[in-house]
């Protein structure tokens, strides 16, 4: 199975500073299509996940452009520009290159 | 509007079964994979299982095969999971998920004596 690691959040983050969490994994998530098959998540608290971008770097339909999705086939940053309030919770990152589809543990977000 | 309405959670002892469904309306159903995600208490989010769009296609994390089943009524527009010989380590909120784009809020299953 493809192991997804996430790193850790200097938290707090103050309220209008950038944040970048990353994900690394185990195989290359790149097909022979091209894409990298790399999805990142908000989930806020009691709420359920929101997508936020697919294939590494598209954002998701109503998500703002402070969220930014980068990396190479196995090591990937997401980007938050101008965290706001709204921004806090816990960040999955998710690999859906072949199943088992694995999501890594998750990063918290806390704004100070 | 796209939505995802789970059911069928609740509180089911160790051996049993259960079977979750979930509804989906605003989008055409028979177009989408889908997918059951579930999180246990305090913990992360954990793929399931996934099916194709006309469901001769079926996924499965390797802790549940042989044991959950993963199927859909493109028909009624639902997804289900019939989860038998559960086990306390299945207690989780499921979510289902179109192509992990949508998600429903999730059912609580909870397996204890």
């Known amino acids: 199975d493809i192991v997804m690691t996430q790193g850790v959040l200097p938290n707090p983050v103050p309220s209008g500073e950038s944040a970048s969490i990353t994900c690394r994994s185990s195989?290359?998530?790149?097909?022979?299509?091209?894409?990298?098959?790399l999805n990142w998540f908000l989930q806020r608290p009691g709420q359920s996940p929101q997508l936020l971008t697919y294939w590494m770097s598209t954002r998701a339909s109503g998500v703002s452009d402070r969220f930014s999705g980068s990396g190479s086939g196995t090591y990937f940053t997401l980007k938050i520009s101008r965290v706001r309030a709204e921004d806090a919770g816990v960040y999955y990152c998710q690999q859906v290159r072949e199943y088992p589809n694995t999501f890594g543990a998750g990063t918290k977000l806390e704004l100070k | 509007e796209v939505q995802l309405v789970e059911s069928g959670g609740g509180l089911v002892q160790p051996g049993r079964s259960l079977k979750l469904s979930c509804a989906a309306s605003?989008?055409?159903?028979?177009?989408?994979?889908m997918a059951w995600v579930r999180q246990a208490p305090t913990k992360g989010l954990e793929w399931v299982a996934s099916?194709?769009?006309?469901?001769?296609?079926?996924y499965y994390r390797d802790s549940v095969k042989g044991r959950f089943t993963i199927s859909r009524d493109n028909a009624k527009s639902t997804l289900y999971l019939q989860m038998d010989s559960l086990r306390s380590e299945d207690t989780a909120t499921y979510y289902c998920?179109?192509?992990?784009?949508?998600w429903g809020q999730g059912t609580l299953v909870t397996v204890s004596s």
């Open positions: 099916i194709s769009t006309g469901g001769g296609n079926t």
């Open positions: 998920a179109s192509r992990f784009a949508y």
């Open positions: 195989k290359s998530l790149v097909y022979k299509d091209g894409k990298t098959y």
């Open positions: 605003g989008f055409t159903f028979s177009n989408y994979d």
